[in-house]
């Protein structure tokens, strides 16, 4: 009967103590969970002033979990990079499991973020770009264990530094991010055309900016800019120019500058011209100078061919007068245009034309403004046409097609008297360099009398 009893009393006893045993249990593994939760998400912030706290006292500095989690020297663009990255960022805590015997905790946890090595990531110019891209981009999963030591009153993670290496392992692998300065990159700026000691009568400055080669291959590499002064007046400042086969051209001229900066001749005006050269963030890579004069310049003079009317009939009249204007024109798609059905020959129309116009095709990079001047004289000659006025002046940019572009040379009257019509076409607006010109006939007899017969 005693035994019984003894038996009876052990076996209360024990139920008594397992929920108790449950409980310390589920406290444990609740306590893991907070201290994990806790540690992620400073892990997460990555301030080492927060960190700090979950390391043995002596094992790591704050400037050591700082160079982990953004390695130091960075520059701005390796900044933006690991803080687009670091934006992607999200984790999720799983349920501890627990060694009660050993009292360990170990706890999973899954780290999301962008994956680096996409290529659509790739060749991307800047960070802004970047950003774009990594929104849409598919994520990793980095998957970290983390150890949780229960045991005593100061219950802690075993292993901190192995997560803060695991999350961040991001930092310190090989991006192809251009590291330091622009400048240390930069082999040198020369003028794209060397002057002795000036340069004289010139439409454009002209600059090449030279880089390591190793800078093509690199990602997130800043762009330049640049500031064009005469005599030490600022003229023009740049939007960022990106670089390109490690190298940049950079342009002053009239389409980019104010016409203030031309003469009649619309030649750079006088004076010590220099150029400021600084990488995007406004640190200065090279200034480099030069002198400009000008010369007075002859206005050319203008004149046509005699030819008689049956020439006209049968030909194009038209002379390319300018090496660059012949490089780039495509003769045999060019001539007088047919606007009004008034054609009577390759350069010639009816009295009842009520415009002319010479068509002059050239290249569709071609983008510069011409100017032109349309001359009469009664007879075929043109005598005395320097020192007659023009019947009609205008200037024009070509039109661009599939495969070329068109100088439009038109001009439109109420009514044409029979005659000769000559167009001048100049290369500057003060009319002083010729490249062009062509010439028709306008006969007595309306187009409908002649292509009747």
């Known amino acids: 009967m005693l035994n019984i009893k003894k038996s009876v009393a052990a076996f209360l006893i024990v139920c008594l103590m397992l929920p108790l045993a449950a409980c310390n249990q589920n406290n444990d593994i609740s306590e893991a969970t907070s201290i994990s939760e806790a540690f992620c998400a400073d892990l997460r912030e990555g301030d080492s002033t927060k960190l700090i706290s979950y390391f043995d006292a002596d094992s790591i500095t704050e400037a050591e979990i700082d160079r982990i989690i953004s390695p130091v020297d960075l520059n701005q663009t390796e900044i933006k990079y690991l803080e687009a990255v670091k934006n992607t960022i999200t984790y999720t805590v799983q ?14 946890t899954s780290w999301s973020m962008v994956d680096c090595s996409q290529e659509n990531l790739a060749d991307d110019l800047n960070p802004d770009e970047f950003l774009q891209a990594i929104s849409e981009s598919p994520k990793k999963i980095v998957t970290v264990k983390l150890v949780v030591d229960l045991n005593g009153e100061a219950k802690k993670i075993t ?16 991006h192809k991010i251009m590291s330091g300065k622009l400048s240390d990159y930069f082999v040198g700026a020369f003028w794209a055309v060397e002057a002795e000691e000036a340069y004289k009568n010139i439409k454009e400055l002209k600059v090449n900016v030279h880089f390591n080669d190793k800078l093509s291959a690199l990602r997130f590499v800043p762009g330049v800019t640049y500031e064009v002064l005469r005599d030490d007046e600022l003229l023009y400042k740049s939007e960022v120019i990106r670089i390109e086969e490690s190298g940049a051209e950079l342009i002053f001229n009239l389409k980019n500058a104010d016409e203030t900066a031309f003469n009649e001749d619309e030649f750079l005006v006088d004076g010590a011209y220099k150029f400021i050269i600084n990488d995007e963030y406004c640190e200065e890579l090279a200034v480099i100078e030069c002198n400009v004069v000008t010369e007075e310049v002859a206005k ?9 009317k049956d020439f006209y009939l049968s030909n194009l009249v038209f002379d390319i007068k300018d090496s660059d204007m012949l490089a780039n024109a495509y003769t045999d798609k060019s001539g007088w245009w047919d606007y009004d059905s008034t054609s009577v020959g390759k350069s010639a129309f009816g009295s009842d034309t009520k415009t002319i116009g010479f068509s002059l095709s050239v290249d569709k990079t071609s983008d510069t403004k011409l100017y032109y001047d349309y001359y009469y004289c009664k007879d075929s000659n043109f005598k005395d046409i320097s020192k007659t006025e023009p019947v009609f002046s205008s200037d024009c940019i070509p039109t661009v097609y599939d495969d070329q572009a068109c100088y439009d040379l038109d001009y439109t009257s109420d009514k044409f008297e029979p005659g000769f019509y000559g167009v001048v076409v100049y290369a500057d607006k003060a009319k002083k360099h010729i490249i ?14 002649i292509k009747s017969n």
């Open 95 to 108: 349920e501890p499991v627990y060694d009660k015997k050993a009292g360990i905790a170990t706890v999973y």
């Open 159 to 174: 292993n901190p530094k192995e997560a803060l290496e695991s999350v961040y392992a991001y930092t310190s692998e090989d």
């Open 300 to 308: 050319e003079v203008v004149t046509f061919k005699d030819l008689k």
């Open 436 to 449: 062009f010109t062509a010439a028709c006939i306008v006969v007595k007899e309306a187009s409908s009398e």
